[in-house]
């Protein structure tokens, strides 16, 4: 082939090229520029629809709160965990995950208007100035409580370390109202609580705080030192917590472990895939582990019960767990808050996902439920408040059918009762029983509906 036709040929090429590049460019700009003028579109939509809240309300709007609750209910409209959160709420969740603040270490709690004390905390400033459990408080600083809500009244109790604070108290027994001086000191909630029954070793996880992986390390030690050679094993209780911080679950799930991965996350890309593992060194010396699960442990909860039971470290004992299997990104938006955005999904080591599923122990025990509580039961759908029951919650990816061909319907959620005397506590006394070889069948209890979940009783600690 002659030079100059083989350079025509190649000049003919290279136009074609380029021409079916610019036309690929063309028409993604055309598609990106179509898809954002819909959306710019839709924003047009939202800015008429402010502007005639603002100016046709029966009664003038704050905008301010306008705003925030569009934001929150596009976060909410997403599923039941993203969320925005204002400023004031955003420094409340970091005290909360951080464990520790300023106040008076009380669990209090409302009723008829009075702010009530549920218990001092042992060796906080409430509790060395004589607070007693069932106090009322009807003032502070003298101004009354009556028309606070009982986050408003929580604030007020919280504050800078050494700053005093007068509270009024009525007491069953006492015939007129007396005054408390307290001064204000650093509180750390304590997200383990730990006894032993004489061989066995009951750690109890509250909830998953900065503070939980140390405070379990220190029980553990605890434990090997009081029980010593007699140490037949371990019962930690997770029931009713509802988890907290990802790192300090796989931390904690890390401490039982000698390898292995502990939990697999996936976004939205398959790049985003993140595998924890867990390092050398199980801080019970590979002793026996029961976990206690029910209706009421969701998240890092059903982390750490999941990688346990997915390599056989434990045997998890209960009911069936909530099924809460998303991970939530907090993510700041400097002075106007945060935002709550569930950017993954969780997996055990086994890669099962427990979204809207939940975790099925090993041995299943239903605590039967007192008479009075019985009474309450309004329907069969009560034992059954998990995940799966949220509206808008995210789909289960495995759902469908399995490998037989089988139907796999999402459900999660069980009992969340827990009897509060040790001796009624049929899980608890089944997993002793476990751990010590003495287990029977006679001890399980009849499965019984969970009770319908009570807001009223919602407590806080300042």
């Known amino acids: 082939m002659r030079k100059t036709e083989f350079a025509f040929w ?7 090229l380029a021409g079916a590049t ?12 179509t898809e954002n003028s819909e959306l710019y579109r839709q924003l047009d939509l939202f800015g008429d629809v402010l502007e005639r809240v603002r100016s046709d309300y029966v009664e003038k709007p704050d905008d301010t709160m306008l705003i925030e609750s569009a934001i929150n209910g596009m976060l909410s409209a997403l599923d039941p965990h993203s969320s925005y959160l204002s400023p004031k709420n955003y420094r409340d969740m970091q005290v909360q995950t951080r464990g520790e603040f300023g106040g008076l270490g009380i669990e209090v709690t409302m009723e008829n208007g009075i702010v009530k004390v549920v218990s001092p905390i042992d060796d906080t400033p409430a509790s060395k100035a004589g607070l007693q459990a069932n106090d009322l408080i009807t003032h502070l600083d003298g101004e009354q409580i009556v028309g606070l809500t009982l986050e408003q009244a929580v604030e007020k109790m919280r504050g800078p370390v050494n700053t005093p604070i007068t509270l009024t108290i009525v007491r069953k027994g006492t015939d007129d109202p ?58 930690i209780d997770l029931r009713n917590n509802p988890g907290g911080l990802l790192d300090q679950a796989i931390a904690v799930s890390d401490d039982f472990l000698e390898r292995g991965a502990v939990v697999l996350t996936k976004g939205r890309n398959n790049e985003e895939t993140q595998r924890a593992q867990a390092h050398p060194g199980d801080l019970t010396d590979g002793k026996k582990i029961v976990v206690l699960i029910n209706g009421g442990s969701a998240s890092a909860s059903e982390i750490v019960a999941g990688a346990l039971q997915d390599h056989k470290r434990a045997t998890i004992v209960g009911t069936r767990s909530f099924g809460k299997g998303s991970v939530q990104t907090i993510i700041p938006l400097g002075a106007n808050g945060a935002i709550r955005l569930t950017t993954a999904r969780y997996y055990t080591p086994s890669n099962r996902s427990i979204q809207a599923k939940g975790i099925d122990p090993d041995i299943v025990i239903e605590q039967e439920l007192p008479d009075e509580l019985k009474k309450k039961q ?11 029951s949220l509206r808008g919650h995210l789909r289960n990816p495995e759902n469908g059918a399995n490998e037989d061909g089988k ?5 999660s959620g069980s009992s969340a009762y827990v009897p509060k005397e040790p001796e009624k506590d049929t899980q608890l006394q089944y997993a002793l029983s476990f751990l010590r070889g003495t287990a029977t069948d006679a001890i399980t209890a009849k499965a019984t509906p969970a009770p319908a979940t009570d807001d009223a009783k919602d407590k806080a600690k300042n």
């Open 10 to 16: 190649t000049f003919l090429l290279m136009t074609g």
């Open 22 to 33: 610019t036309l690929l460019n063309v028409t993604r700009t055309y598609s990106a520029t």
């Open 178 to 235: 007396f005054d408390v001086k307290v001064t204000r000191d650093i509180i750390r909630i304590n997200a383990v609580k730990a006894n032993n029954d004489k061989d066995i070793a009951y750690i109890k996880i509250t909830t998953f705080n900065e503070q939980t992986h140390a405070n379990l390390v220190k029980a553990i030690e605890n434990a090997k030192k009081t029980i010593g050679k007699d140490l037949k094993g371990y019962v």
């Open 378 to 388: 309004t329907s069969a759908a009560d034992n059954s408040r998990g995940e799966a």
């Open 407 to 411: 139907e796999v319907k999402e459900v």
